[in-house]
């Protein structure tokens, strides 16, 4: 099952004619899952040629301009579909206001549901397969992270072992793949732990943008195949960074390495910063966390499973 993230905006602040604001989309099969909604992000997911009306929930970090100055015309494009399942937007406070309030005064022609929800810490989204979590970031104003982790999958099944018990191939393999136990043809019960391997793990994406340096991010993040974390300033402008409660590529990279993520991305670039001079960004995040790249529009990342 594939599982994609799509960097759709990577700027902070303002829009630049080469880097719209800060937007990623996570693909899983058939399920869209949007992480802020900066100014720019319809035109990336139109080049990208990326199902948009598929987009289930949108989850926003906080109520900047520059992460949800996008999501009117996102909500408005999905009346000219036909789209029968709701949309999910979670968010901290003001979300549900911010969503309202342009729905009046826009006089927003909405044929389907929008259900917002002011999230807190913890469990947001949930299904079989998955679930997303948010978590307290210091900006200034209410901000968070995401997490979105999948379950722990089924070993892999042994074929040798199955027909070592007497458990004829056919329905009750896969009944033993599903973790239910079965009858062998010499009578005996077959368990799905005798020929199942040991369960790997899911795959898991994390979303950070904007805050203050702090050391609980690590935990928050442990273990992510991808973190898309923002590093605005070079470290020589910390102090700056300080007063404006964001983080440098450093300290991003300090948070990846402390978090033993696979994968870390760059994000929300402050406009002082051209393409070329990102590469100040670059080398100081890599001194720190070796695998880190520079996020750019339209830029895709595979989470593949470790196992």
């Given amino acids: 099952m594939n599982l994609e993230a799509f960097i759709l905006g990577c700027g902070g602040m303002m829009p630049l ?18 992480f802020d909604a900066g100014e720019g992000t319809q035109v990336s997911l139109k080049r990208l040629n990326l199902r948009w009306k598929k987009i289930n929930s949108i989850f ?27 949309l999910y937007i979670f968010g901290p406070p003001k979300i549900a206001e911010y969503v309202e309030t342009s729905r009046r005064v826009l006089d927003m022609y909405i044929n389907y549901d929008i259900i917002v929800r002011e999230v807190e810490p913890g469990i947001i989204f949930s299904t079989d397969e998955f679930q997303v ?25 042994d074929p ?70 923002e590093g605005m300033f070079e470290h020589s402008l910390l102090e700056q960074a300080q007063e404006k409660k964001h983080m440098t590529a450093k300290q ?7 978090g033993n993520v696979d994968k870390l991305a760059l994000i929300h670039y402050s406009p002082r910063y051209t393409d070329y001079e990102l590469k100040k960004l670059l080398d100081e995040a890599v001194g720190v966390f070796p695998s880190t790249v520079l996020s750019k529009d339209r830029m895709n990342f595979q989470l593949l499973y470790q196992d």
């Fill in 133 to 157: 979590r948010c978590f307290k970031l210091s900006h200034t104003k209410p901000c968070l992270g995401y997490v979105f982790e999948e379950f722990p999958r089924p070993g892999a099944f």
């Fill in 60 to 86: 926003i970090s906080h109520t900047h301009a520059d992460h949800v100055t996008g999501l009117p015309g996102l909500l408005m494009l999905s009346s000219q579909v036909d789209r029968s399942e709701p």
């Fill in 252 to 258: 991003a990279a300090t948070i990846a390495r402390d």
């Fill in 160 to 229: 040798q072992k199955a027909t070592a018990l007497n458990v004829p191939v056919g329905p009750l393999w896969s009944k033993l793949q599903r973790g239910e136990s079965v009858t062998a043809s010499d009578g005996k019960t077959v368990y799905p732990e005798q020929v199942m391997g040991a369960k790997r793990s899911g795959r898991k994406f994390s979303f950070v943008t904007d805050t203050l340096y702090l050391p609980s991010i690590s935990k928050e993040i442990s273990g992510s195949d991808l973190l898309v974390c």
């Fill in 17 to 34: 004619p080469y880097r719209h604001l800060t937007s990623v989309l996570l693909r899983r099969e058939g399920d869209l899952f949007l």
